[in-house]
């Protein structure tokens, strides 16, 4: 399931209804990809700002995997709390546990901790007087639950369903649960337990969300790691596309999504 041979930052700009920048799937490092969506989150920002009709205010689309097994933090985490005494241990030597992460990153939007492997991730970003939120009728939270939904359907995924949310617990009984031990509403769940795992950061002009879309059961390492306890996983996880192949849709859909903005 590796990405496609894709500079990273290398951005196309696709002709639709509403034109959009998208960067194909490529595999770069953690530090590579939170630093880059926070410089084209604030470019975007500074441009509206200033009243600007420059590239920068144009959406994007990001796909991308990850080089060696990354933990990212949310922007308000601390390593710390997040993840008590394993934090002291892996920074002595980092990326040297051969349990723990390879990278750990702060990531430039809130939520939890994520482990980042055998998944792809998404990015969008979007002025927030873009056409796709006019009207208020339906939010982010819906209408990009809903792209995912109809892209994951369309590569052969089954037994998905928009949660409205659930709470989870914190391995070590300490600070906020690892991203994967709840659901927030309208994210995606396979086979009844969360698939895809979301984070979003506003500006005043702009809105950054990403998340990460599981195609292995590797993502429970997190747990594993802090607390010791193996997670009994057994959902088919063979069942699922490879990522290019859900790649290929999720770019369908999301040009068919901004196609159809009135």
Request: net charge negative; with cysteine; glycine share 10%.
């Amino acid at each position: 399931m590796q990405a496609r041979p894709h500079s990273p930052g290398q951005v196309s700009y696709l002709p639709a209804m509403h034109p959009f920048r998208f960067e194909p799937l490529h595999c770069a490092s953690g530090e590579h990809h939170m630093r880059h969506e926070e410089e084209q989150l604030l470019a975007m920002e500074a441009a509206l700002r200033a009243g600007e009709a420059s590239d920068a205010t144009l959406p994007l689309l990001r796909l991308y995997t990850w080089e060696v097994p990354t933990l990212t933090l949310g922007k308000s985490q601390t390593p710390e709390v997040a993840l008590g005494p394993r934090w002291e241990e892996w920074n002595r030597a980092p990326g040297r546990d051969p349990k723990g992460p390879g990278a750990l990153v702060k990531r430039p939007t809130g939520g939890r901790a994520v482990w980042h492997e055998e998944e792809i991730t998404y990015s969008v970003l979007f002025p927030l007087n873009h056409p796709l939120f006019r009207g208020g009728q339906r939010g982010p939270e819906e209408l990009f639950g809903t792209w995912l939904l109809e892209a994951a359907q369309r590569a052969g995924v089954r037994e998905l369903a928009l949660e409205r949310g659930k709470l989870g617990r914190d391995p070590l009984g300490v600070g906020a649960a690892p991203c994967f031990a709840s659901t927030s509403r309208h994210e995606l769940t396979w086979y009844g337990k969360k698939w895809v795992g979301s984070a979003r950061r506003l500006t005043s002009h702009a809105l950054l969300q990403h998340g990460a879309i599981r195609l292995g059961a590797a993502g429970d390492r997190l747990e594993e790691w802090l607390s010791g306890n193996r997670m009994a996983d057994e959902r088919p996880w063979q069942e699922l596309p490879a990522a290019d192949t859900l790649a290929t849709h999720l770019e369908a859909v999301f040009r068919e999504m901004m196609d159809e903005i009135s």
